[in-house]
């Protein structure tokens, strides 16, 4: 028998990496445990979207913030 599942990663919401993309195992059978494995590698959650280790940063008052890029750029130019 051949069956389609679901399986879940983790891509960031700025450059669009996923997050186990060199890794043994790519994706997961859910999204609570595809968070947690790219939580433990640095990821972040901000806003609720998800970012990698390099597309967020720490501000002078010790909170996350993403970094500025062409997404962010193109966000605001929409408004
Ligand atoms: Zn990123």
Not at 44 to 68: F, Q, S, T
């Given at each position: ?35 947690e494995l790219a939580e ?15 597309c967020y940063e720490i ?12 997404r962010i750029y193109f ?5």
């Amino acid at each position: 028998m051949i069956e389609q599942i679901t399986m879940y990663t983790i891509r960031c919401d700025r450059c669009e990496i996923t997050a186990f993309q060199d890794q043994e195992d790519t994706a997961w059978d859910s999204k609570e445990a595809a968070w947690e494995l790219a939580e433990n590698q640095g990821w972040e959650k901000i806003n609720e979207r998800h970012y990698c280790p390099g597309c967020y940063e720490i501000d002078e008052e010790d909170e996350l913030v993403v970094k500025a890029g062409v997404r962010i750029y193109f966000e605001h130019k929409a408004k």
